[in-house]
């Protein structure tokens, strides 16, 4: 059962993670441009 659970947060995690490396990556190519 744990390892039913595991495949979603997994994924969640992962579609976060992307989320918030492309912002980063955004303010900081903002950043070099200013």
């Known amino acids: 059962m744990p ?3 595991a495949i ?3 994924d969640f995690q992962t579609a976060t ?3 918030a490396y ?3 990556k955004a303010i900081v190519i ?3 441009q200013e």
């Open 3 to 5: 390892q039913l659970e």
């Open 22 to 24: 492309s912002r980063i």
């Open 30 to 32: 903002e950043g070099e």
């Open 8 to 10: 979603p947060a997994i």
């Open 17 to 19: 993670y992307k989320d």
